[in-house]
């Protein structure tokens, strides 16, 4: 049973289409995930969140608050976690479009937070994953260095063959080495904000 000093991650699903891959990683992390003890881990559906395409006034970073209450939703959901997993679907070399608006619209409750990529496709959506890393870097986030890249030798095994994605021992190799290196990162920063929230109070 997890208690306060559990890290809480969240894994956001990155894809909305239908007949979608995503869902199949998503289960595959989420049930390694329920095996730990040192994290808990919740799903974010895009699915669920219909945001709008970015279309605040001012940057998220200096937003005081959201007229709109999906976004408004949405930011006190980010701002619940010590860190993050994506699903990444790779579109043109990049990640889907809804991903990138999920990142582009708050800002501040990503900060200071470790996050690990699932990505999938021809090349394992490292294309899109690293693009994702640049973009998270600039939301002031610590992007672990392992990540899943589910290539399309196991991608067409799922899909055509009934195979699993635990039949490839390699990925799940990666998954855990992607859940150590999150709960390292998880715990320091966690214990860095705390620490600076700590100093504010104090401060004022």
Do not use: C
């Not at 991650?9 to 995503?22: D, Y």
């Amino acid at each position: 049973m997890a208690d306060s000093t559990t890290l809480k991650l969240a894994l956001i699903v990155g894809s909305t289409r239908p007949n979608r891959f995503a869902d199949v990683p998503a289960r595959w992390v989420a049930g390694a995930a329920a095996e730990r003890s040192d994290f808990t881990l919740e799903i974010l559906d895009l699915r669920d969140w219909p945001l709008p395409f970015f279309d605040q006034p001012t940057s998220p970073a200096r937003a005081s608050g959201y007229s709109n209450p999906v976004v408004d939703r949405w930011r006190q959901r980010v701002g619940e976690f010590d860190g993050f997993i994506a699903t990444v679907a790779e579109y043109n070399h990049g990640p889907t479009a809804v991903l990138k608006n999920a990142f582009d619209t708050v800002y501040t409750e990503w900060n200071n937070k470790p996050i690990g990529f699932v990505g999938y496709g021809g090349v394992g959506g490292a294309r899109a994953v690293e693009q994702l890393r640049t973009i998270s870097i600039e939301l002031q986030m610590a992007p672990v260095m392992r990540a899943v890249h589910i290539g399309l030798e196991p991608s067409l095994g799922v899909m055509l063959h009934g195979k699993a994605l635990d039949d490839y021992p390699y990925l799940a190799e990666s998954r855990t080495a992607m859940f150590d290196q999150l709960v390292w990162w998880g715990n320091a920063l966690k214990a860095a904000r705390e620490a600076a929230a700590l100093t504010a109070a104090v401060a004022e």
